[in-house]
């Protein structure tokens, strides 16, 4: 026997006229929507922060493909009848008639040669990160070529602006630095080693993080005092100067200084993840869950940890875009990265050291800009997304 409630939609049907509900006039309720529908659709609300997302991901999807965009080898070659693809695979010298372990394509003889007895198609820029061009027609840091007449940017080649190396590819759209490498690789590949290092180094210190305060959070009492001060002597520790002992003994690399910023930057989310779990492990479900003799681990990972995670989650584009700045910052310093990696904090450093070479530090500085900004206006936007009383709006 079923009862209808007064005043439910279940009393209305029960009690309507038999016509009315066959023709459909009394409307059905909406089926609920999901939470996260409600928060993509609050997201998605958010234009600037929508567009920042894309723009970010084709930019950093173009950067993962640099070897493609920006290389010193071609991205195919017919050489008598074989087809090679040098941008994958190292071919020797030998194999072109020379005598090195590696083939250098920008040789005069290897491109005669190649070109004699078949064709090369090259990127769009014909130029690694770490190519010198030999070939400046002004000393380095060289202006962009755009800005040099044609007569003396392709004077350094043997048939002048009739060679077939004075081309669009061997240009430099923005100059050169103080070696002679090319500014736009250069910046294809500063830009992804930035991001790739921002995001590893967010992804780490959060896990890291996250552990920490639900532990503390969790179990509170003397396991929360006892963090609490070890986190206060860590905090306390001298990041810079600690940084300048570790490259005193260990040679400084991408992975050395990801593990060193790891181990010094990891409280950053523990915090916010102690205060959630403070906060939700006296609520009624949890002590529910306790009777119910679900273990400890099951309750925290299950059950609070993603709670937590929402105000976890927007802090986290503002992590990453902390991490990149770090490691600008650091090799601006000259404690990041080995000299000579591709870096926008090393532009930076030589456009502080060539104030005549303007191009050097205004296009390093556009791109952790561009970056920076991407970030943030991703960051808000995902700050919307969680925030309660848009993501309830948003139906």
């Excluded at 074989?82 to 491109?111: C, H, Q, W």
């Excluded at 007895?117 to 010198?132: E, S």
């Excluded at 520790?237 to 910023?261: D, Q, R, T």
């Excluded at 601006?332 to 456009?351: D, H, I, N, R, V």
Aim: proline share 7%.
């Amino acid at each position: 026997m079923q009862i209808a409630l007064p005043g439910s939609r279940s009393a209305a049907i029960a009690f309507a006229p038999p016509d009315a509900v066959r023709s459909g006039s009394i409307a059905a309720t909406p089926p609920p929507i999901s939470l996260n529908r409600r928060r993509l659709k609050a997201f998605a609300a958010n234009r600037r922060g929508v567009w920042s997302l894309w723009i970010f991901l084709i930019l950093f999807g173009l950067t993962l493909i640099s070897e493609f965009i920006a290389n010193d080898r071609p991205l195919v070659v017919s050489y008598r009848g074989e087809l090679l693809f040098p941008v994958v695979v190292n071919y020797p010298e030998s194999k072109f008639g020379g005598f090195l372990a590696e083939t250098i394509y920008r040789d005069p003889f290897i491109a005669d040669e190649i070109n004699a007895n078949g064709w090369m198609i090259w990127p769009p820029i014909r130029y690694a990160d770490a190519t010198v061009d030999e070939s400046l027609a002004t000393r380095a840091p060289s202006p962009p070529s755009w800005l040099i007449p044609e007569e003396t940017r392709c004077s350094r080649y043997p048939l002048g602006v009739d060679d077939p190396s004075c081309t669009l590819g061997n240009m430099h759209w923005l100059g050169t630095d103080d070696q002679g490498r090319d500014v736009v690789a250069r910046l294809l590949y500063g830009f992804r080693i930035s991001v790739l290092f921002g995001l590893l180094l967010t992804a780490m210190t959060s896990v890291i993080g996250i552990a920490a305060g639900a532990v503390q959070g969790y179990f509170g009492g003397w396991v929360d005092l006892i963090g609490q001060r070890l986190l206060d002597i860590w905090g306390s520790m001298p990041s810079l100067y600690v940084l300048l002992i570790i490259s005193s003994v260990l040679v400084p690399g991408f992975w050395v200084l990801l593990f060193v910023l790891v181990i010094l930057g990891w409280t950053s989310l523990v915090g916010i993840v102690r205060a959630e779990f403070l906060r939700a492990r006296n609520l009624e479900y949890v002590a529910a869950a306790r009777a119910l003799g679900v273990s400890n681990r099951a309750i925290m990972f299950r059950h609070l940890l993603p709670n937590a995670m929402v105000a976890t989650l927007t802090f986290m584009p503002f992590i990453t875009g902390g991490s990149v700045t770090t490691l600008t910052a650091l090799d601006f310093l000259g404690l990041g990265l080995p000299p000579g990696s591709p870096s926008l904090g090393e532009l930076l450093a030589q456009g502080k050291n060539y104030l005549f070479a303007p191009w050097l530090s205004l296009t390093s500085f556009a791109v952790i800009s561009l970056i920076l900004i991407l970030l943030v206006f991703i960051g808000e936007a995902v700050r919307d997304a969680f925030d309660p009383r848009k993501t309830f709006a948003a139906r």
